[in-house]
């Protein structure tokens, strides 16, 4: 994953895309997130199929706009979604964290974008089995050159260790059981596909759990994909990398989908808020906490959304505004 940040897209005409995806509190985005300048650099960190970026690039004409993401299939919808912006936008492959923590160059962004949900791309047209619903191979990871997959954890990890993982990234009470399960039905063949796992999964779990809106394997499915992603300790990477790369005053949102995220980005964000800056020398803190950041309360759908694009009702966004730099980092 070696592409820059200097890759450009120069086509001038705007060609027919239709995006899997519809990007979740777009309005709440470009009102919480409006640059102070029209010539800002924005920094998007999750660009996905470009459906913020499109928006918020359509609405600032003269904006600069980095377009990262982990992921080169979905980067390459992006680019022919983003194409009629011409050099204002700029692609990176690569995680964020990393981007953020080896910043390239000296600009520093006006505003961060970070949506953390996964592309309907990835669950309906990835063919990764980010879905339980579908005959696709088991490995979910968002750059499948990397790492192990979610194959290689459900059929190699101890029965304990399989059940840690499921109940730590998934919340899943019923952990141990669907473990044991697992490991049993992996003595007879290992896992291949996605609908095979979730087979498993359902016959295991109580009758009650199957007549349940949410499917038995929905919690499984979403520990498995954190965990081949690596996704909440890049989370928690990121937001102070990234937070750091921020001009003052410019503003550093994260939209988040489930409460192991939003409990990271709640924490973080409001140690943002009352930090300690005495020197890293002294023992005991005499400043009584100094605010780097403004943080606001989280911002979820409205209704209408909520009724039309059902992936949003979980959503949450939350906006950390920079007014002053950390000393502790200088």
Known sequence: MSETVDDTVNDSQEPKYVPFHTPVLLNEVLENLAPEEESSLFIDGTT????????????????????????????????????????????????????????????????????LGISMF???????????????????????E????????????????????IYKYGEERLSRRIARAVVLRRKEKNFVNADDLAQVIYS??????????????????????????????????????????????GALGIITFHSLEDR??????????????CPKEQMRCNCGGVALAKVTKAIGPTDEESRENPPS????????????????SE
């Open 48 to 115: 996905g199929e470009g459906g913020h970026a499109f928006a918020i690039l359509s609405r600032w004409t003269k904006l600069n706009y980095w377009a990262l993401d982990a992921d080169e299939r979905i980067q390459a919808k992006a680019k022919v979604r983003l194409a009629s912006f011409g050099d204002r936008v700029k692609f990176h492959l690569g995680w964020f964290d990393e981007f953020f923590e080896n910043y390239p160059g000296d600009r520093k962004p006006d505003r961060i974008l970070l949506d």
């Open 264 to 277: 990271i980005v709640k924490n973080i964000f409001r140690d943002l808020a009352s930090r300690c800056v």
């Open 146 to 165: 990397e790492g192990q997959s979610a194959a290689d954890l459900v059929n190699r990890l101890e029965e304990k260790d399989l059940a840690d993982l």
């Open 313 to 328: 009702r979980s959503a949450k966004l939350r906006v950390a505004i920079k007014i002053r730099e950390d000393r502790k």
């Open 204 to 249: 295991c779990v109580p009758a009650e759990v199957r007549r349940m809106r949410i499917h038995p394997a929905t919690k499984t499915f979403q520990a498995l994909r954190i965990a081949v992603n690596h996704e909440l300790d890049r989370l928690e990477a990121v937001i102070p990398a990234a937070f750091k790369q921020l001009k003052v005053g």
């Open 122 to 144: 990835h669950y309906e047209g990835s063919g990764r089995g980010f879905s339980f619903r579908l005959a696709e191979s088991l490995d979910m990871r968002l750059n499948p």
